[in-house]
C-alpha cells in the first residue's frame, strides 16, 4: 500500500489540539485528535456546516482525557480526512470508517460517543457490530426519518452570516457563538472542494434518514450501557427522539440538560463532562 502523503495543515489554535493522521485504507488517510490513556472512546461528530472533530469536542477532551483514552475523529466527507476517490458517503459507509480507525489504531473495543449524526453512527455501529462496543454516549442523535427541518441546518448558507446563524440555532445563550468560532467554521467551510464534498454528504445523510432509519426491533435487544443526553430547548432534533430510544432500549439511561439547545457539549460543557467522566467511571 502506498504511503499517503500527511496534508500540510495545522487545526485552527482557538480549538487547542493537536493534528494526529492514520492511514486507514488505501488512498484513505483519517485525521484526528487523541489525548489520555486508557479506556478507549472515540468521539463522532455531527453534519454542520464547517464541521470537524476539532469543532464538536475542544471544551471535553482535555477534561475527560484525564479518565480515558480520548479519540475525536473526523469521518468521511468531513474535516481534513482524506477519502479514496471512490468513497461513498452515508450512514453504512461511516460506520465502517469508523471500523477501520479501530483496526489502524488496535482497538477491538471501544466506548463511542456521539453528538447528532455521530449518534446516529454509533447506534447504527452498534447494530452491525455489537461485538466491537462497550457502550454508547449520545446527544441529539439523528436516524429518524424528519418531519420538519430548520433551513441553517438542512440547507445551511455558506457565508459568515450563514454558519453563525446555524450555530445560533444550536444553543439558548447567544455568547456562546464567538467571532472566533464563526471565523474558524467559516474557513474549513470554505476550503477549496468543501462546498461540493459538503453538499455530497448532507445529500447521503437525507437520503439514509429516509430508507435507512434505526432499526428499533435490534436496539430493543442491545445488551450495552447507553447514556443519551439531550438539551431540553433542542432546535434541530427534539427532546422527544431522546425519549423514542429511552423507550425501546433497555439499559439506556437520560440526562436532560435544561436551558440548552443542540450543543450540549459546549452549551453545558462542565457539566457534560462531569456527567460523561462519572458514567464512564462506574461502568467503564
Known amino acids: 500500500m502506498e504511503t499517503l502523503t500527511i496534508p500540510d495543515f495545522t487545526t485552527d489554535p482557538f480549538f487547542g489540539l493537536e493534528d494526529a493522521w492514520v492511514e486507514t485504507a488505501p488512498g484513505e488517510l483519517t485525521h484526528y485528535h487523541e489525548l489520555g490513556e486508557g479506556t478507549p472512546v472515540v468521539f463522532l461528530h455531527g453534519s454542520g456546516s464547517g464541521v ?5 469536542w475542544w471544551l471535553n477532551l482535555p477534561e475527560l482525557s484525564k479518565h480515558c483514552r480520548t479519540i475525536a475523529v473526523d469521518l468521511l ?3 481534513q480526512t482524506i477519502e479514496a476517490p471512490d468513497s461513498e458517503f ?13 483496526d489502524a489504531l488496535g482497538i477491538e473495543k471501544t466506548w463511542l460517543v ?9 447506534f447504527q455501529f452498534a447494530i452491525d457490530h455489537p461485538e466491537r462496543l462497550a457502550g454508547i454516549i449520545s446527544m441529539g442523535t439523528g436516524g429518524a426519518p424528519r418531519t420538519k427541518a430548520l433551513a441553517s441546518h438542512a440547507k445551511p ?15 439558548v445563550d447567544p455568547s456562546l457563538v464567538s467571532e472566533e468560532l464563526v471565523n474558524s467554521r467559516y474557513a474549513a467551510a470554505s476550503r477549496e472542494g468543501a462546498t461540493e464534498r459538503f453538499r455530497a454528504v448532507v445529500a447521503a445523510r437525507d437520503i439514509d434518514r429516509e430508507t435507512l432509519p434505526l432499526d428499533m426491533d435490534v436496539l430493543s435487544k442491545l445488551d450495552i450501557p447507553v447514556l443519551l443526553i439531550h438539551g431540553r430547548e433542542d432546535k434541530v432534533i427534539p427532546m422527544s427522539r431522546s425519549l423514542q430510544l429511552l423507550d425501546v432500549i433497555p439499559h439506556a439511561d437520560l440526562h436532560l440538560f435544561s436551558q440548552c439547545g443542540h450543543w450540549s457539549q459546549v452549551e453545558r460543557a ?15
Not at 92 to 101: F, G, N, P, S, T
Not at 114 to 122: D, F, I, P, R
Not at 162 to 171: K, M, S, Y
Not at 271 to 283: C, E, G, M, P
Request: glycine content about 14%; charged content about 15%; proline content about 2%.
Open 270 to 284: 462542565e457539566d457534560f463532562n462531569k456527567v460523561v467522566a462519572s458514567y464512564l467511571s462506574t461502568r467503564g
Open 52 to 56: 470537524s472533530a476539532a469543532a464538536n
Open 77 to 79: 466527507g468531513f474535516g
Open 114 to 122: 456521539g453528538n447528532s449524526l455521530g449518534g446516529w453512527v454509533a
Open 157 to 171: 448558507t455558506m457565508t459568515p452570516d450563514g454558519i453563525r446563524q446555524a450555530l445560533l440555532d444550536f444553543v
Open 90 to 102: 452515508g450512514i453504512k459507509a461511516w460506520v465502517e470508517h469508523v471500523v477501520r480507525i479501530l
